[in-house]
């Protein structure tokens, strides 16, 4: 029984030191004077306010772009189904930065988007990113599909490839933080 | 250290045998539960999927590495041979390229890629919306779920596709965690799912009732809420000679998307789950989760 105790405790341990192993090989932080963002002070039109659910930017003042690449890469995580395989624990590592967590809801949801069609999944995406990015303080501005379209991605039956993916988001996240906004906040 | 070899020394997960015991009660006449079970109660004012998972303890995480490492061990041995043919595949196209693609390299399984279900969904339950254990004359349903002693994570409400996925909402921004114990019945209060929100459905906005407008609009008030059982909440007079204790609950969160759905939070509860910003606080104590 004892001896059971001391391997389960050092399983926990190992658990941990793998989570930090993990947290390690997260995505680099890129340099945000290398990423080019287009100009998103750009005017409107009528045509497309009707459209700002979908197109659209982050920002939230006082913001550092690690911290804004580590909320985007956050939720990024949720809305994609990211997930470490072992379990809940309330660990000081965040754990969307794992790749381990590819598959779960990842993988799962391709069964769901056969059902209810890719279109529904590039909004449950939206949603999704525009309930966290809420959450965690960042409003929203509106812009025109052509700039949008510049940084960001949608995603619905085709994944979109990591390493683009790493890319757009950190573009997202320098509009984030360091793009004096312009135009009106939208709601959440 | 100490803490460590004390959650060590938690209970592994039920045997097989057990985890026949382990049901929804079902609304019958008369209600027999075993005095030495763990049973979790909670209602909800319309009939609907509600899902919490146990958290596992270091036993059954220890058991879990193994069985995982043994599926990875075996995806890896059958890729060892499809890697073998696919190479002589690409050697047979590259002789005679003509009129064929190139056949694509199988993708070699690592504990990173593993398609092998995460120990919390192996650990989840779910209640609702069939199974209903009572029926008031207002149309709140009861649910009575004999479960397996530990700590309880409410995480979402989930219809879950058998092979693979699902709909629904998860709390995994914020969520409560309670434990059940042997020998009682933890009321967990009413839990209210809504399908959707202003996100999803603006015109959902037209409809609520007008003291939620701003708190829906804002997102306040999330796609679920709980309201605490006080001990004033009616109990089925079938239970009446067994212990009912009303949960107590502290913050926990966040979790992960397991199946890929919408994600949310709990609505926040007076004294007991707040938010700063995406924090979540544990009132009674100070933020949780990391």
């Known amino acids: 029984m004892r001896l059971a105790a001391v391997l389960a405790v050092l399983a926990c341990c190992a658990q941990w030191a793998e989570a930090a192993t993990d947290a390690a090989n997260a995505p680099n932080v890129p340099d945000p004077a290398k990423l080019e963002l287009p100009d998103l002070s750009a005017p409107t039109s009528a045509g497309d306010e009707g459209d700002f659910d979908k197109y659209f930017y982050f920002h939230r003042a006082e913001t550092t772009f690690e911290q804004a690449l580590a909320d985007i890469r956050e939720c990024d995580g949720y809305a994609r189904g990211l997930a470490s395989p072992y379990g809940y624990q309330e660990a000081p590592y965040p754990y969307t930065y794992t790749m381990a967590g590819a598959i779960g809801g990842a993988i799962a949801n391709m069964l769901v988007a056969a059902i209810f069609g890719s279109a529904e999944l590039r909004k449950a995406r939206r949603t999704n990113m525009r309930r966290c990015m809420n959450y965690k303080g960042y409003d929203r501005y509106g812009l025109n599909k052509d700039v949008w379209q510049k940084f960001n991605f949608e995603e619905g039956l085709n994944r979109v490839d990591e390493d683009d993916r790493q890319l757009m988001l950190a573009k997202q996240a320098k509009a984030a933080a360091m793009i004096q906004p312009v135009g009106r906040i939208l709601g959440r | ?290």
């Not at chain 2, 303890?57 to 220890?62: G, K, L, R, W, Y």
């Not at chain 2, 890629?113 to 120990?119: K, S």
Request: some cysteine; glycine content about 8%; proline content about 9%.
């Open chain 2, 1 to 290: 250290m100490i803490m460590l070899m004390a959650m060590a020394l938690a209970a592994a997960g039920p045997t097989k045998e057990e985890t026949k015991l382990l049901r929804p009660i079902k609304d019958t006449p008369t209600v027999q539960l075993d005095l030495n079970g763990a049973y979790i109660l909670l209602r909800s004012p319309a009939p609907a999927a509600i899902n919490l998972f146990r958290l596992a303890t270091p036993p059954e995480v220890e058991d879990y590495r193994a069985r995982r490492s043994q599926a990875l061990t075996k995806a890896h041995a059958k890729w060892v041979k499809q890697h073998a043919l696919w190479k002589q595949d690409l050697q047979d196209w590259k002789d005679n390229p003509v009129g064929k693609q190139a056949p694509e390299e199988p993708l070699e399984p690592t504990d990173g890629n593993l398609d092998f279900a995460p120990l919390d969904q192996e650990n989840l339950l779910g209640f609702g919306p069939l199974n209903r254990f009572a029926k008031d004359s207002e149309g709140t349903s009861t649910y009575l779920q004999r479960v397996w002693p530990g700590r309880y994570v409410l995480y979402g409400s989930i219809f879950i596709n058998p092979n693979g996925g699902g709909t629904g909402v998860c709390v995994c921004m914020g969520t409560v965690a309670f434990d059940a114990k042997a020998g009682e019945i933890t009321d967990v209060g009413s839990v209210m799912v809504s399908a959707t929100d202003a996100l999803i459905y603006p015109r959902m906005l037209e409809k609520a009732k007008p003291e939620d407008v701003e708190g829906l609009r804002s997102g306040a008030i999330t796609m679920m809420r709980l309201t605490p059982s006080s001990g004033t909440m009616p109990v089925d007079p079938r239970l009446a000679s067994y212990k009912i204790v009303p949960a107590t609950y502290r913050a926990a969160g966040p979790v992960p998307n397991y199946y890929g759905v919408q994600v949310d939070r709990l609505t926040a509860i007076p004294g007991v789950l707040a938010y700063d910003r995406d924090k979540i606080v544990d009132v009674a104590s100070g933020p949780a989760g990391h």
